[in-house]
């Protein structure tokens, strides 16, 4: 493993959380980034991803408006800010590095992160 990500935790409906992903090994500024999640029974989803220098950021639809991806590649850091935070979003969100921006496609990330839980309760 060679990214970690942070930052989940558990909010009711409508709250806010702001996850991180920093590598260990790794220049992010180097890598686009994705996030990922996966919700008990279902399998991993693409949620969001951001190319290297900032400028390309794509998402699926169901987080379209709520969730936004920054990055600060001095700080070797992406970010994934979520509001409005539904009981749908429970999931593991999961970062990971590629070296093609805007993919959704899971097999084009090279590097994964653990994961980190966020629990969202009505």
């Known amino acids: 493993v060679q990214l970690q990500a942070s930052g989940g935790g558990s909010v009711q409906a409508g709250g806010s959380l702001r996850l991180s992903c920093s590598p260990y090994?790794?220049?992010?500024?180097?890598?686009?980034v994705g996030w990922f999640r996966q919700a008990p029974g279902k399998e991993r989803e693409f949620v969001g991803s951001?190319?290297?220098?900032?400028?390309?950021?794509d998402y699926t639809e169901s987080v379209k408006g709520r969730f936004t991806i920054s990055r600060d590649n001095p700080r070797n850091k992406v970010y994934l800010q979520m509001n409005s935070l539904k009981v749908e979003d429970t999931a593991v969100y999961y970062c990971?590095?590629?070296?093609?921006?805007?993919?959704?496609?899971?097999?084009?990330?090279?590097?994964w992160g653990r994961g980190t839980q966020v629990t969202v309760s009505s």
């Open positions: 990971a590095s590629s070296r093609v921006p805007g993919t959704s496609d899971e097999s084009q990330y090279d590097v």
């Open positions: 951001i190319s290297r220098d900032g400028d390309r950021k």
């Open positions: 090994k790794r220049t992010f500024s180097n890598y686009a």
